[in-house]
């Protein structure tokens, strides 16, 4: 199942793990970045997800909200320092995966393998450089978790839709600070 461009975004009314009401309807008005993660030991996630906290402030003043989803269980994600200092960003742990498979987030062994034979290395290395999280899976995490990133208009309407073709794959930085001026 995958979701389709230029129709209203599958709502939701969840509690991310630092204890808040996350309803998506609640972010009408509002342009939203819908980011699907791997697990919080992923280094190629983990970098994608320090790259955006950076620019949290500067794209939220251009009207962009982030959501964020981790297939990794609420305490897992809890006792990662990092995920923890990712607020006010809301963090939703869905381990089961139910909302991945609503916005059709794809698994792919293949895909995350080929990722892994190709460029885990340096990845990797550069998470650790930036003092990232970089552990292995924990408890029903999956290694085939391909990423996906939405971009969502004022009206909740999907503008953007990106799976990943390998886990080094996300729409670009220019492309969502081009959506937050449209």
Avoid at 22 to 35: R, S, T, W
Avoid at 39 to 60: I, T, Y
Avoid at 176 to 182: L, Q, S
């Amino acid at each position: 199942m995958t979701v389709e461009l230029n129709v209203t975004a599958p709502r939701f009314e969840l509690i991310d793990i630092y204890g808040r009401k996350i309803a998506l309807e609640d972010y009408n008005g509002k342009k939203v970045f819908l980011g699907f993660f791997r697990h919080a030991g992923c280094p190629f996630c983990n970098l994608r997800v320090h790259a955006l906290q950076k620019v949290q402030n500067e794209l939220k003043s251009q009207n962009l909200e982030m959501i964020f989803f981790f297939e990794s269980n609420e305490n897992t994600l809890i006792r990662s320092i990092f995920h923890k200092e990712i607020s006010p960003i809301p963090l939703i742990a869905d381990p089961e995966k139910k909302w991945y498979t609503i916005y059709g987030v794809e698994n792919s062994v293949v895909k995350s393998t080929l990722s892994h034979l190709t460029s885990f290395i340096q990845t990797a290395i550069t998470a650790k450089i930036k003092s990232l999280p970089l552990h292995l899976m924990a408890d029903g995490e999956s290694f085939g978790t391909m990423p996906a990133e939405f971009l969502i208009d004022e009206n909740l309407i999907i503008r953007k839709i990106h799976y990943s073709k390998s886990l080094n794959d996300r729409l670009s930085m220019q492309y969502i600070y081009d959506f937050t001026k449209r």
